[in-house]
């Protein structure tokens, strides 16, 4: 079965850090563009970060400086690093894979984990 399963949200006080998880099963994450992307409330799905399958990375002008993401091919898992966490940075942030993906569009991303909550508290 072909899945990505994230983990690793919580609540954390601003200024905290958290570390989100994205591992995947059925297929390997080193042939594949993964992205985190993020949902407030009321607002649109923004992409927040993106690791290629050649490990170039970016990331969102808002998140820019604060988080960095990686990935561990033994691991199969791709990592989000997330610091000085912002009470705007609350949201449901999911992983999404692309194969041999050069970048991460958010309407072009073959598989999707289910998301995990992180709020931050002010």
């Known amino acids: 079965q072909l899945q990505l399963v994230e983990s690793g949200g919580g609540l954390v006080q601003a200024g905290g850090s958290l570390r989100l998880s994205c591992t995947a099963s059925?297929?390997?994450?080193?042939?594949?563009?993964t992205g985190w992307f993020r949902q407030a409330p009321g607002k649109e799905r923004e992409g927040v970060s993106c690791?290629?399958?050649?490990?170039?990375?970016n990331f969102g002008d808002s998140v820019k400086g604060r988080f960095t993401i990686s990935r561990d091919n033994a691991k199969n898992t791709v990592y989000l690093q997330m610091n000085s966490l912002k009470p705007e940075d609350t949201a449901v942030y999911y992983c999404?894979?692309?194969?041999?993906?050069?970048?991460?569009?958010?309407?072009?991303?073959?598989?999707w984990g289910k998301g995990t909550l992180v709020t931050v508290s002010s």
């Open positions: 999404a894979a692309r194969r041999r993906g050069a970048s991460c569009p958010g309407r072009a991303m073959d598989y």
């Open positions: 059925g297929f390997t994450l080193d042939s594949y563009a």
């Open positions: 690791i290629t399958m050649i490990g170039i990375t």
